[in-house]
């Protein structure tokens, strides 16, 4: 084998990367967010019906803290979403989308889904169940490294 599965993965991340920037500035977002942005806007979109603070995406998205916290200002300075007060807990912030974040999530789910047909395409059920055991078992295999 000529190449390792590092240089594999790494080759396919860059492809996604650069087709995702493609169809995202074709659905009108001219400035692609970084991944750690779309999983926060995808963490909010998909428990829009709880209130989601910044601890709860260190926890959930396993990133550091101040790499959660940089992402949120500049998601805060770009419009997208807002830090206001639980209406649970006074002591706790949450975060909340704009209606210019709305809008970008919605156009960020219809492109993601663009992404994921392109990848899919002429790829059928039992390639697909096997590349997706690899990747399970490979993911496994560096969780059980060390807690990760």
């Known amino acids: 084998m000529d190449k390792s599965i590092l240089e594999s993965l790494r ?9 995702l920037f493609l ?65 649970t807990d006074h002591r706790k912030n949450i975060l909340s989308y704009t209606d210019q974040g709305i809008k970008r999530t919605k156009n960020m789910i219809k492109s993601l889904s663009l992404l994921n047909n392109e990848l899919l395409r002429d790829i059928d059920e039992f390639e697909l169940n096997t590349f997706m055991n690899v990747m399970q078992c490979m993911k496994k295999n560096i969780e059980e490294e060390k807690n990760v």
């Open 11 to 19: 080759e396919l991340n860059i492809l996604i990367k650069r087709k």
């Open 23 to 87: 169809i995202l500035k074709e659905n009108g977002i001219n400035e692609a967010p970084n991944p750690l942005q779309v999983s926060i806007f995808m963490y909010l979109y998909n428990n829009k019906n709880k209130e989601v603070s910044q601890a709860d995406l260190v926890k959930e998205l396993h990133v550091s803290k101040v790499a959660i916290s940089e992402a949120i200002a500049k998601m805060v300075s770009n419009g997208n979403i807002e830090v206001i007060a639980s209406k």
